[in-house]
């Protein structure tokens, strides 16, 4: 199975922020990484495929980017619905993995 | 609009099986991968296996020689069973769609989750 592997776990920033979170596979995954975002008691939501492509309807504040094994996922200028806990996912091959997750407090 | 509402038995005893039913409103049933994931405190987001609206499926692994996945694309519904269920299976359980037509393979729309505990 591939591992995927975020960094921090968590996070503390205020609104207004710039938060970078990582997510590291354990093999060439070329742009197969998708990233959720996952408020309390709720369905994770798809924010970006392909690594840095936005679903629609995502605020342009979100970016990705990365190939390969490594990835970012940063937010400028974070807002108050930001604060959640935010999952990288390969979709290369099967099974498919997530990381364990990032969470981004309020500080 | 498209919208997957899922329901199923949330309290089991070790060695039951666990059955739960995603159906599908709006949208196409056909063309798409119907996926179930789970979430626990230990183990995070697990992908569990998924099926197409023909029946072909893909399980994982980890779980293979527990799960069945099913569908009845008649009525946009599918279904999983996990057999012998043990404290290691308690976790919130999604539905989801997997979306390949943008190449990637997203889930793009989730289930509300069913929270599933096992105990004796």
């Known amino acids: 199975d591939i591992q995927m592997t975020q960094s921090p776990s968590s996070v503390s920033a205020s609104a207004g922020d710039r938060v970078t979170i990582t997510c590291r596979a354990s093999q060439n995954i070329r742009t197969y990484l998708n990233w959720y975002q996952q408020k309390s008691g709720k369905a994770p939501e798809v924010l970006m495929y392909a690594a840095s492509t936005l679903q629609s309807g995502v605020p342009s504040r979100f970016s990705g980017s990365g190939s390969g094994t490594d990835f970012t996922l940063t937010i400028t200028s974070l807002q108050p619905e930001d604060f959640a806990t935010y999952y990288c996912q390969q979709s290369y091959t099967s099974p498919w993995t997530f990381g364990q997750g990032t969470k981004v407090e309020i500080k | 609009q498209v919208q997957l509402q899922q329901w199923g038995a949330g309290l089991l005893k070790p060695s039951e099986t666990l059955s739960l039913t995603c159906a599908v409103y709006g949208g196409s049933f056909s063309g798409y991968y119907w996926s179930w994931i789970r979430q626990s405190p230990g183990k995070g987001l697990e992908w569990i296996g998924e099926?197409?609206?023909?029946?072909?499926?893909n399980y994982n692994p980890s779980l293979k020689s527990r799960i069945t996945i099913s569908v009845d694309a008649s009525n946009k519904q599918f279904s999983l069973k996990v057999n012998s269920v043990t404290a290691a299976d308690t976790a919130v359980y999604y539905c989801a769609r997997g979306n390949h037509f943008t190449g990637w393979k997203e889930w793009d729309y989730w289930g509300q989750g069913t929270l599933v505990s096992v105990s004796s």
């Open positions: 099926i197409t609206h023909s029946g072909s499926t």
